[in-house]
């Protein structure tokens, strides 16, 4: 059995970009009025998001907001942490 430590699995992760240009690319393709729907069931983020056209609408409405408010937290964190063997963010 090949001996994988949780480092090398969090580092084989895709990007948070990659997963949004995935919802994105999956929700253009929907219907405009399923696209609605999904959008009034996300209940301005609140719902849980129980399936994957709810997951990908709730990316498409506030991934771009997520990233920025990732970005302004990484700001405030000490550049040394960037070096040597960087950091891995799970949200």
């Given at each position: 059995?090949?001996?994988?430590?949780?480092e090398g699995i969090i580092r084989s992760f895709p990007s948070f970009?990659?997963?949004?240009?995935?919802?994105?690319?999956?929700?253009?393709?929907?219907?405009?009025?399923?696209?609605?729907?999904?959008?009034?069931?996300?209940?301005?983020?609140?719902?849980?998001?129980?399936?994957?056209?709810?997951?990908?609408?709730?990316?498409?409405?506030y991934g771009d907001i997520h990233r920025e408010q990732l970005l302004?937290?990484?700001?405030?964190?000490?550049?040394?942490?960037?070096?040597?063997?960087?950091?891995?963010?799970?949200?």
């Open positions: 059995m090949k001996n994988t430590t949780t970009d990659y997963f949004l240009g995935k919802a994105k690319s999956h929700i253009s393709q929907l219907s405009q009025k399923r696209q609605e729907i999904l959008k009034d069931m996300l209940d301005h983020g609140k719902k849980c998001l129980n399936s994957s056209d709810l997951l990908d609408m709730y990316l498409c409405c302004m937290a990484y700001k405030q964190l000490p550049s040394s942490l960037f070096y040597n063997n960087g950091i891995s963010v799970i949200d």
